[in-house]
């Protein structure tokens, strides 16, 4: 099957996505493995994001514009989440604010067109996935209002908010690939197998397993114990 030139970045971004992100996430938090990695998982996701916005529009797919739309909102406030980021471009940081919250608007009105359509989807999706995408959205939202009510964010819910806004986008390439378009590159007889829901569902517990590390530092996930016990 030809490839254009776009499809091609989207594709071979979204490799390199895949494969940096993970060595970000098993490499030793805050050593130059993981800073290096994080940073190409940032330019390369941002690319791959941008030639989906740009397939989904010429092929005019919806879902796809709001996915790729909603997975560079996150990446750029993962980034922002690093260091003092947060403080030093709140204008920006505030700004994205705005993608959340329009990401979750048009999801939910095109939840609503899928819903009340006659065959109950639109451009080919059920209502289950805008809705899905609008309360990812709106969850994130809500918790970038807080952070402006507060004044910023620190200490280990700074840490959580880069947990899960890189997970998330992680999860996003790594199911389109394995489970997704991308699953074309597997052979026939492992398309559509538990196989290859693995990898996802691995970004899924390194991302669960982080955020309880974060919030309950006493558990000790080299050896699944708690101090003392």
Request: proline share 3%.
């Given at each position: 099957?030809?490839?254009?030139?776009?499809?091609?970045?989207h594709?071979?971004s979204?490799?390199?996505a895949?494969l940096?992100?993970?060595?970000?996430?098993?490499?030793?938090k805050?050593?130059?493995?993981?800073r290096?990695?994080?940073?190409?998982?940032?330019?390369?996701?941002?690319?791959?994001?941008g030639?989906?916005?740009?397939?989904?529009?010429e092929?005019?797919?919806?879902?796809?514009l709001l996915?790729?739309?909603?997975?560079?909102?996150?990446?750029?406030?993962?980034w922002?989440s690093v260091?003092?980021?947060i403080?030093?471009?709140?204008?920006?940081?505030?700004?994205?604010?705005?993608?959340?919250?329009?990401?979750?608007?048009?999801?939910?009105?095109?939840?609503?067109?899928?819903?009340?359509?006659a065959?109950?989807?639109?451009?080919?999706?059920?209502?289950?996935?805008y809705?899905?995408?609008?309360?990812?959205?709106?969850?994130a939202l809500?918790?970038?209002?807080l952070?402006?009510?507060?004044?910023?964010?620190?200490?280990?819910?700074?840490?959580a908010?880069?947990?899960?806004?890189?997970?998330?986008?992680?999860?996003i390439?790594?199911?389109?690939?394995?489970?997704?378009?991308?699953?074309?590159?597997?052979?026939?007889?492992?398309?559509?197998?538990?196989?290859?829901?693995?990898?996802?569902?691995?970004?899924?517990?390194m991302m669960?397993?982080?955020?309880?590390?974060?919030?309950?530092?006493?558990?000790?996930?080299?050896n699944l114990?708690?101090?003392g016990?």
């Amino acid at each position: 099957m030809e490839l254009s030139v776009v499809s091609l970045i989207h594709f071979s971004s979204g490799v390199i996505a895949i494969l940096s992100g993970f060595l970000a996430m098993f490499a030793r938090k805050g050593k130059i493995v993981h800073r290096r990695s994080g940073t190409v998982f940032v330019v390369t996701m941002l690319i791959m994001a941008g030639a989906g916005v740009w397939l989904a529009v010429e092929r005019n797919v919806m879902i796809s514009l709001l996915v790729g739309v909603l997975t560079s909102y996150f990446v750029l406030t993962a980034w922002l989440s690093v260091g003092q980021r947060i403080t030093q471009y709140r204008w920006f940081s505030h700004a994205l604010s705005l993608i959340a919250l329009g990401v979750a608007i048009a999801a939910v009105y095109y939840g609503v067109e899928a819903k009340n359509s006659a065959d109950g989807k639109f451009d080919g999706f059920s209502s289950a996935p805008y809705f899905a995408f609008a309360g990812v959205a709106g969850f994130a939202l809500l918790l970038d209002l807080l952070m402006m009510k507060n004044g910023g964010v620190k200490g280990k819910h700074k840490t959580a908010r880069h947990l899960w806004r890189m997970s998330f986008p992680l999860y996003i390439a790594t199911t389109s690939f394995f489970e997704g378009p991308g699953v074309i590159v597997f052979p026939e007889s492992i398309q559509g197998s538990w196989i290859l829901s693995i990898p996802g569902l691995l970004v899924i517990i390194m991302m669960i397993v982080g955020l309880v590390a974060v919030f309950v530092p006493k558990v000790r996930f080299g050896n699944l114990k708690r101090e003392g016990v």
